[in-house]
């Protein structure tokens, strides 16, 4: 049975790498009450950080839903994603998603984010460069 937990490696723990997406995201995937920027790395697994304001999600409960929807998400298609750091924002409205509806939204934008990583990846843009 393969490993399907979601252990430190696996995320985005400081300032920096934050805005080491923010400032330079090579991807940006759209989904309903989200969106995902991403940059590419050589790390050869995926790292995802989350980020859920209280002005676009009020209550607790609903950011942490949503924080632990993403989790579930990525932990099951982790070895199906790119080498990318993922940093995924939570927009209004998310909340009223329900549940599956919110699994489907992440599987296409992993499966967007897995086709325009392998597309950027064959011809990066001038001035890309891959990070460790």
């Given at each position: 049975m393969l490993h399907q937990g979601f252990p430190r490696c696996l995320r985005l723990l400081n300032a920096g790498d934050y805005s080491h997406v923010f400032e330079q995201a090579d991807l940006k995937v759209h989904g309903k009450g989200m969106m995902a920027l991403a940059r590419l790395t050589t790390r050869g697994h995926p790292r995802v950080g989350l980020v859920v304001s209280k002005k676009n999600v009020k209550l607790a409960v609903d950011r942490n839903r949503f924080k632990r929807l993403v989790r579930e998400s990525v932990r099951h298609r982790q070895d199906h994603l790119p080498s990318v750091d993922i940093v995924i924002l939570a927009k209004r409205g998310v909340q009223d998603i329900d549940n599956?509806?919110?699994?489907?939204?992440?599987?296409?934008?992993?499966?967007?984010?897995?086709?325009?990583?392998?597309?950027?990846?064959?011809?990066?843009?001038?001035?890309?460069?891959?990070?460790?």
């Open positions: 599956e509806t919110l699994f489907r939204q992440l599987h296409g934008m992993w499966k967007r984010l897995q086709h325009d990583a392998k597309a950027v990846a064959v011809s990066p843009p001038n001035g890309v460069t891959r990070d460790a």
